[in-house]
C-alpha cells in the first residue's frame, strides 16, 4: 500500500499564505501524478492542483495564480504553496497520488487523511 501524510495545515487570515506537505511511503511503487483536492462539509471533494512525474501541472480555476504545486521526485514528496487566501479556500485539504506495482499495469489512486485549513480573522 501507498500511505500519504500530510502537514503544512492551519489557521491563517485572509490575504495570508501557507505550504502544505505531502509525503507518500511505499516500498517497489511507481507514483506517477499526484495532487490535491479538498472539500467542505456537505459538497463534493474537488480538485485543486495536480503534478505529473514530469512536471506538468493542472489547477482548478479558482486558485490559479495564487497557488503552486510542486514535487520533489526522489522524495515523493508533493508541496502546495497557497498565496492570498481567502474565506473560500477554508477546507480539509487531501494530498492523492495515483501509484501502481511495477508488474501491474493499472494506477490505483491513494489519499491522505487530510488536513484542515482555516483562514480567517
Known amino acids: 500500500q501507498v500511505q500519504l501524510v500530510e502537514s503544512g495545515g492551519g489557521l491563517v487570515q485572509p490575504g495570508g499564505s501557507l505550504k502544505l506537505s505531502c509525503a507518500a511511503s511505499?516500498?517497489?511503487?511507481?507514483?506517477?501524478?499526484m495532487g490535491w483536492y479538498r472539500q467542505v462539509p456537505g459538497k463534493e471533494r474537488e480538485l485543486v492542483a495536480t503534478i505529473t512525474g514530469g512536471g506538468s501541472t493542472n489547477y482548478a480555476d479558482s486558485v490559479k495564480g495564487r497557488f503552486t504545486i510542486s514535487r520533489d521526485n526522489a522524495k515523493n514528496t508533493v508541496y502546495l504553496q497557497m498565496n492570498r487566501l481567502n474565506s473560500e479556500d477554508t477546507a480539509v485539504y487531501y494530498c492523492?497520488?495515483?501509484?501502481?506495482?511495477?508488474?501491474?499495469?493499472?494506477?490505483?489512486?491513494?489519499w491522505g487523511r487530510g488536513t484542515q485549513v482555516t483562514v480567517s480573522s
Open positions: 511505499g516500498s517497489g511503487f511507481i507514483i506517477a501524478t
Open positions: 492523492n497520488a495515483d501509484a501502481r506495482r511495477p508488474y501491474i499495469s493499472i494506477f490505483s489512486k491513494y
